[in-house]
Each structure stands twice: as structure tokens, then as C-alpha cells.
């Protein structure tokens, strides 16, 4: 059981999701994430970019030599930030969260997956899909 909702997260449309769960508490811990979250979104949308492109931007510069229509040579992290597109935004209730971005064609239409916890700390940015 997920709830879902469309929302609008720095300017981007994308749908905010959680477990569903009969446990009033989890659910009330989900939304607190949430609330942290959309409470600062530009600090926390800027530093969830970053963490991505820090943690990216040389495996996108990889990939981008595998093709051959590229329009650029080099992706700077400032690109890959600001290719990357909001998909979805799930929260937990221990305070983990996980947004998912599209990728700007940098891997060929693969998802980015930023994982991190509400206390400011990042635990990955991979790509899937």
C-alpha cells in the first residue's frame, strides 16, 4: 500500500510517495520527512544535485564517449545538474528518502536514484532502469 500525490518540487512536477501503513506513527514519521524536506526545497534540492553530480558526472563523461551524436564534448557538474529532472520523491520514517530524477539523456534514459536521510547525510546517487 503507497500513497501518492503529484507535487511541485522546485519548479519541477513529480509525485511524492509513501508506505501506506496502518501504523499511525510510520506514517506520521513518512510525513515529518516530507515536511523537512518541502520545508527548505531549494537547500535541499541544490545539495541532492550536487551529490549527484559529484558522485556522477565522471561515469556521464564515460558514457558521453560512447556517443556519437553528442552536441557537447564535456559534461560539467553544472550540466548534470541541471539536466537532471524530478520524477518522484519517496519518504520513509526513519527519516531516509530517495528521489528519483530523469537523466537528460546523459545515460541514454536511465533513472537517477539519490538516497539519503533527512539529517543531511547521502548514502548513494546511482543510475537504474
Avoid: C
Amino acid at each position: 500500500n503507497v500513497f501518492e500525490k503529484d507535487i511541485t518540487w522546485a519548479g519541477q512536477n513529480g509525485k511524492l510517495s509513501f508506505d501506506w501503513d496502518e501504523d499511525d506513527r510510520q506514517m506520521k514519521a513518512s510525513l515529518e520527512t516530507a515536511h523537512i524536506l518541502f520545508q527548505d526545497q531549494a537547500h535541499w534540492n541544490a545539495k541532492i544535485r550536487a551529490y549527484a553530480a559529484e558522485e556522477l558526472v565522471e561515469l556521464a563523461n564515460e558514457w558521453l564517449q560512447d556517443n556519437d551524436e553528442a552536441e557537447f564534448e564535456e559534461i560539467t557538474k553544472k550540466m548534470f545538474m541541471e539536466l537532471m529532472e524530478l520524477s518522484s520523491i519517496s519518504v520513509y520514517p526513519d527519516g531516509d528518502f530517495e528521489v528519483f530524477f530523469d537523466d537528460g539523456d546523459m545515460f541514454w534514459g536511465h533513472s537517477i536514484i539519490v538516497s539519503g536521510n533527512r539529517n543531511g547525510t547521502f548514502e548513494s546517487a546511482e543510475i537504474a532502469g
